[in-house]
């Protein structure tokens, strides 16, 4: 095993047995808290100065692959992320801050962030989430700075939700990334207005080319250009709008994006070469909400408009509903979220690869490279998607996620086992499992069954 393997599972172990935080101050402060899983707050060691809350967490996490037939690969990865949060509040302003280091055993880290042009394709090894200043005058709410927007209701699936792209460096262990922006909410009881201006374009991370769940199979038999960015420039610069309402036990919003897609069009040319390239859309969304006793009814759709020929304009929706139930004559919780995902598609893409020569068109067809694989975010078009939960008690859950596919008949399972031994801990242990035919996108991924546990603490 390569020593920084070594260290980081001793990391991992490290975190697992100690019963104290790695980290103690002796000063104790009134304004300095940690919110336990029950949104209670907790009085904390915190270091005295300036802030007035400061908490971290430290995390490890280890996935093992359980058929290793992709020998190429290691067979177990082992990452370790440590979080900070820090925050000073002041009569009517804020200023919240919240880095992060990451690091894992296969090298998918690497360097510093560009706090400007976030767009390296490695993940950074430093990283920003969060760093803004916000403010309030009146019934107007600014906030400036590194920020994660969330549009749309629900945890699962939102065709709403495109103003933040996302880091799928691990296909099925992603996070939100934090852009520049600056966002005003304007309070008009019952409306609130809010606009949002991003003034630089920072793309999804994929995973690498030369990794386990990379979206180009290795019997491709062309090359990976490099991508072509947009300028960051105000003439490429983003925005959007959103107007939403409450009003007893409905929730409708109704918004509009104007940018550039965070997923890239693929542009096959003639030697068999791939060309991933950024192209401009707008987004008009609507999302609505129904509370009705333990129900929630939940529908959501966005009209995408291309405004190149490389990627169709189509309309997408969600419905469903999430229900919180006592099962069966216990006092156990059963909570149920499930949501069919549909597409439509408005205006076809007029795109299409010019393959002159037929040798190479067989073999473009024999190595089952989709152009589709890389718009994740259609990915899910004509699914079922869904989330289960049993919760033995406040502090054990058993879950259950899930998304299959109906035209290609492929699925992802994920069961999970979460444990929260005490207010600043939670460990959890489970699998991603994967189904289909070899040429659908889960099924491809049918040898990379995995066992994955996490121990995160709070200090």
Known sequence: MKMKSILFLAFFLTNLLLGTTLFESNCYSEECYALTQKNEKKTIPCFPGWWNRMQASIEGKAFFILDNDKTDYDIARLDGIFTLELEKKWEKSRLFVKPFVIGDTEDLSKGVVDLWENTAEERPILDLEEAYFDFSISNLDLR????????????????????NPTDFTDLFDSRTIGINAINADWYLEPFVLE??????????????????????PDSFPGTINPRILPDNDIEHSQFGLQASVSKGTWDASVNFYYGTNDFPAIVLENDLSATPMYVRERILGLCLEKVQESWILRAEGAQFF??????????????GFEKKCK?????????????????????????????????????????????????????????????????????????????????????????????????????????????????????????????????????
Not at 306 to 319: A, E, I, N, P, V
């Open 195 to 216: 606009a949002i201006f991003v003034p630089t374009f920072t793309p999804s991370r994929l995973p690498l080319n030369d990794s386990r769940f990379s979206l180009v």
């Open 306 to 319: 291309s405004d190149t020929d490389y990627l169709d304009s189509y309309f997408q929706y969600k419905l």
């Open 327 to 459: 099962f069966l004559d216990t006092d156990k919780d059963l909570i149920t979220e499930i949501y069919y995902i549909g597409e439509k598609v408005t205006d076809e893409s007029k795109y299409s690869p010019e393959i002159n020569n037929t040798i190479q068109q067989s073999m473009l067809d024999s190595s089952s490279f989709n152009f589709s694989d890389f718009q994740l975010d259609r990915l899910l078009s004509d699914s079922l998607i869904g989330k289960l939960g049993f919760n033995f008690s406040d502090y054990l859950k058993l879950k259950l996620g899930f998304a299959y596919r109906f035209d290609s008949e492929d699925y992802y399972m994920q069961p999970k086992l979460e444990w929260e031994p005490s207010d600043n801990t939670i460990a959890s242990i489970g699998f991603d499992i994967f189904e289909g035919p070899r040429n659908t996108f889960f099924g491809k991924y049918k040898d990379d069954d995995r066992l994955f546990m996490s121990l995160k603490r709070f200090f």
């Open 144 to 163: 400036i700075g590194r920020q994660i927007f969330k549009w749309g209701k629900g945890d699962l699936f939102n065709p709403t939700n495109n103003i």
